[in-house]
């Protein structure tokens, strides 16, 4: 490997880090390949649907694979590696792209950040949730991961979304690319394998001309929200959980982001 990708690897990696209340996701070259096509996703991290590509980078990493069914296909990559994910197309079917991260730290300067972001991501309560632990209002530290899927068809397309263990996820109840989604496509957020009911889940709605349009949806009783798609829109979305760290751990905040990309033919 030559110096020149170490560095820009080092870069695009170092680019995950500082940056608060953003995004993660995986957002494929195509969603959907004819059999025998390469599958090329690249990672990115951002707002509003427009991030950073990230390099492949094994120390971060604890889960990339390609899931459909029981198939479960490990994704290899090498470090710096940008796109982080090419590999030859497996057997035909709806496949889901899963990323799962091992936890990344951050301090809080300012509770105006903190609050902030828990704010945007829907938790109100958080001053009160803080004050009742006799935490302080700056220097603390969170911890983060990132638990995120993608759904490519590849050939026929055939198939469903499957539960692939993550700690949160979303879960698609309809296959984007071979079902009628007049209604809407609903999805289920789980956490720790139960349904999490009254969540917020954040829409990123990215039309053909590259605008994006943001909205958010509250899961009912069952975890299911019901996501309104248009043909030839991709779609990102987004949910975190916020809870207390382990008291043996320094940092005093974890949050677990469950992200999911798809496309509508």
Sequence with gaps: MSYPRLALGFVACM??????GHEFWIEPVDYTLDPGAPVIAELKNGQEFVGNTLS???????????????DVVA???????????TMDAPAEGLWSIVHETRPQ???????????????HKDFPDIAA????????????????????KSLVAIGSGLGSDVISGMETEFVALLNPYT???????????????APRE??????????????????TLRTDDTGTALIPVQPGH??????VVLRPAPDSAPEVWQSLWAGLTFAVP
């Design 75 to 85: 994704v290899m990559g090498r470090a710096g590696d940008i796109p982080a994910m």
């Design 198 to 215: 009254d969540a917020q889940v954040e829409i990123f709605d990215r039309a053909p001309d590259g605008a994006v349009a943001i909205s």
């Design 56 to 70: 492949y980078f094994g120390p971060r990493i604890t889960r990339f694979d390609m899931i459909r069914g029981n």
């Design 129 to 148: 949730r803080h004050e009742a632990r006799g935490l302080p209002r700056e220097g603390f530290g969170e911890t983060y991961t990132r638990h995120v």
């Design 15 to 20: 680019a995950a880090g500082p940056v608060l």
């Design 179 to 193: 079902d009628a989604l007049d209604a809407g496509l609903p999805v289920r957020l789980l956490y720790q394998g």
């Design 234 to 239: 991709e779609y990102l979305l987004d949910a």
């Design 105 to 119: 730290k951050l301090t809080y300067d300012s509770w105006d950040k903190f609050a902030a972001f828990a704010e």
